[in-house]
């Protein structure tokens, strides 16, 4: 099984991520998260990436497309994947095309979680509030950023995907496990 996740900041992704690599017995591939632990590590790339993420823009296509390139050739992605938040961009789309053509990997599908703008800032604020990790672009001002640079970079990748054949749609703003259903019901329809 090799999905992708596809939607704006707090849709679901990362939540919907874990549920489904438990069923279905293959890893996460959360850009997002990596980026988090290079941070985290202070690495030269974390560093690099904190700036731009705390910003709530895009780390570049260049850096992001290196990490999941690597990530791919590690031994549990044989059996698939989910990759969460992971392509962004059109040219991300078009470089994880070229990345599983080399590697002989097709996708399964790609599932798009829509909610409407309120909920999104009703959740972040909520995260914000509850997790005891501060993120630094889990606030208002940064969000509003992430929302506007979701419709302007990432939008166009529904109708890319919808081109290819390979999108479902999904409402995220039922309960978790009505959201896991629903995304169930678009892989195996
Ligand atoms: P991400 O880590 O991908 O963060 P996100 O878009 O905010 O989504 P996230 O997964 O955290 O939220 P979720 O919907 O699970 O990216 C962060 C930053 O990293 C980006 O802004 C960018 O700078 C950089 N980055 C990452 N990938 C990149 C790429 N490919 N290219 C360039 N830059 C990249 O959940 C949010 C909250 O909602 C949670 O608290 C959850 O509990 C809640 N929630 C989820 N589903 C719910 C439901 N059904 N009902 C109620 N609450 C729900």
Redesign the pocket.
């Given at each position: 099984m090799r999905l992708i996740l596809l939607?704006p900041?707090?849709?679901?992704?990362?939540?919907q991520a874990k549920v489904l690599i438990d069923s279905y017995g293959i890893p996460q591939l959360?850009?997002?998260?990596i980026?988090r632990s290079a941070i985290a590590a202070k690495t030269p790339m974390g560093l690099a990436a904190k700036e731009?993420?705390d910003r709530?823009?895009?780390?570049s296509d260049e850096i992001?497309n290196g990490i999941v390139s690597e990530r791919l050739d590690q031994d549990d992605c044989k059996a698939g994947f989910v990759l969460?938040?992971?392509?962004?961009?059109i040219p991300?789309a078009e470089a994880l095309d070229e990345m599983l053509t080399d590697k002989g990997m097709q996708l399964d599908a790609v599932i798009e979680i829509t909610a409407d703008a309120d909920v999104l800032v009703g959740?972040?604020a909520?995260?914000a509030k509850e997790s005891g990790v501060a993120r630094g672009?889990d606030n208002e001002e940064v969000l509003r950023n992430?929302l506007s640079v979701y419709r302007e970079q990432t939008a166009p990748l529904v109708e890319f995907y919808r081109g290819k054949g390979l999108l479902k749609s999904v409402d995220?703003m039922?309960?978790?496990d009505d959201?896991t259903a629903a995304i169930r019901r678009a892989v195996h329809n």
């Open positions: 939607g900041p707090g849709a679901g992704k990362g939540t959360s850009t997002g998260d980026l731009v993420m709530g823009d895009l780390v992001v969460d938040g992971f392509p962004r961009t991300q959740r972040i909520k995260r672009d992430r995220g039922q309960p978790v959201v």
